[in-house]
């Protein structure tokens, strides 16, 4: 029997604030963290350069993004839908 490992692809929702390149989005993911001292929630965000092969999302939508193999320097990530 052999091994067989599903690899799990992480997914994140976030906001499209850049469409300015070609069949690439940059999306903005908010989250929460908490403080390690004072115990309190804080919110940081990230930004991840999607690809997005047909140039269909704008700014200000709202999508769901899913980790893939690079496809570029700093595209790791493809946009699977909007919400």
């Known amino acids: 029997m052999e091994n067989i490992k599903k690899i799990i692809k992480k997914r994140v929702t976030g906001v499209v604030v850049s469409d300015k390149m070609m069949k690439t989005v940059v999306v903005e993911v908010t989250r929460l963290k908490l403080h390690p001292k004072y115990l ?27 980790e893939i193999r690079p496809m570029s320097k700093d595209k790791r990530w493809v946009v699977v839908n909007k919400i």
């Open 40 to 66: 309190k929630r804080y919110k940081y965000s990230s930004r991840f350069k999607a690809h997005d092969p047909n140039n269909t999302y704008k700014i200000g939508d709202k999508v769901v993004i899913q």
